[in-house]
């Protein structure tokens, strides 16, 4: 089986702001493996779920206001939707733009007060280019401030940077890649399906962005492998850890104390071919391991789904 270098930086979890702080407002932490298509363009849409509403203190679960702060933090339900393109320059290289339009709830407790925001719309935009050599496949990615940064709610109480759909800054990411047939197996259509292994790594520097507030920079690491079961089912699993430093939180006045952290994560996922040009995938991300930085809001886990089409 010819062997192909996977170079997505996942769509929904490279595609909006990295955004780890105190008040919650995360994405997944995955790196995807999709080949370069044998067509020259492909166009898709993710949509991505995260629902923060369990308190960490530390590695342990704990309750809201254990670590008391000038509000306590509730919780933050995440939703996006990732429009995604990409463009095949030739056989070694590829363009590619993802666009997020976010919807996101937050609730934290001042006084025993319970305050709300309901923050929609443009997210950031990210453009990359990839590139791969044999086995190997490097990526380069820029983030840039498109997304609305001054959001308020109904009492015209702007909400935290975190949970703005744009951070106002321009962020870079590269990453690198391998992959190589470690197996060859049986599968239910009686045909010998190569087992890969598949390794990544990236690196996230953050600029400042609103009111001077830098998150902190992140490395994302994946290993993982996949099954063709049929000619049009395939089965993944793979494990990612995140690292992230603190924010500098600038003029705002937040805690970077509450920011940042260590996070291992188990993703299987299915992915399903409906057609020669339609695909669609889904996964689902389970924490097994969280260390935060002081108190901070998590999810019991991650889920995201896309379909995609190629030209």
């Not at 930086?9 to 997944?28: D, F, Q, R, V, Y």
């Not at 259509?189 to 400042?208: C, F, M, Q, W």
């Not at 993982?224 to 850890?241: F, I």
Request: charged share 20%.
């Amino acid at each position: 089986m010819k062997k192909h270098i996977t170079l997505w930086m996942l769509l929904s979890c490279l595609l909006m702001p990295t955004l780890s702080a105190s008040c919650g407002s995360e994405t997944c932490p995955v790196l995807s493996y999709t080949p370069f298509s044998d067509k020259p363009f492909e166009i898709g849409i993710q949509y991505e779920t995260i629902d923060q509403n369990q308190v960490y203190v530390g590695h342990k679960k704990s309750t809201v206001g254990a670590i008391p702060q000038h509000h306590d933090e509730v919780e933050t339900f995440n939703q996006q939707y990732v429009v995604n393109a990409a463009y095949k320059l030739n056989s070694d290289w590829r363009v590619r733009a993802e666009v997020p339009f976010i919807d996101r709830k937050h609730s934290h407790q001042e006084d025993l007060v319970v305050e709300s925001w309901n923050i929609s719309g443009l997210g950031d935009t990210t453009l990359f280019i990839d590139h791969k050599i044999g086995d190997f496949g490097l990526s380069a990615g820029l983030k840039l401030p498109t997304g609305k940064t001054r959001q308020t709610n109904d009492d015209a109480e702007e909400a935290e940077i975190p949970i703005q759909t744009g951070t106002g800054s321009t962020d870079y990411t590269l990453a690198a890649f391998y992959q190589i047939g470690v197996a060859a197996i049986e599968n239910l259509d009686h045909v010998y399906a190569e087992i890969p292994l598949r390794v990544g790594i990236s690196y996230t520097l953050n600029g400042k962005g609103t009111d001077g507030w830098r998150f902190g920079n992140k490395w994302i690491a994946t290993i993982g492998t996949r099954y063709v079961l049929t000619h049009s089912v395939a089965l993944s699993a793979a494990m990612q850890a995140k690292f992230q430093d603190k924010s500098d939180t600038g003029t705002t006045g937040e805690p970077a104390a509450n920011t940042g952290g260590t996070w291992l994560f188990l993703t299987p996922g299915v992915h399903v071919n409906l057609t020669e040009s339609i695909k669609a995938e889904s996964i689902v991300q389970i924490p097994i391991y969280q260390n935060v930085n002081g108190i901070q809001l998590t999810a019991p886990f991650n889920l995201r789904m896309g379909i995609s089409l190629q030209l």
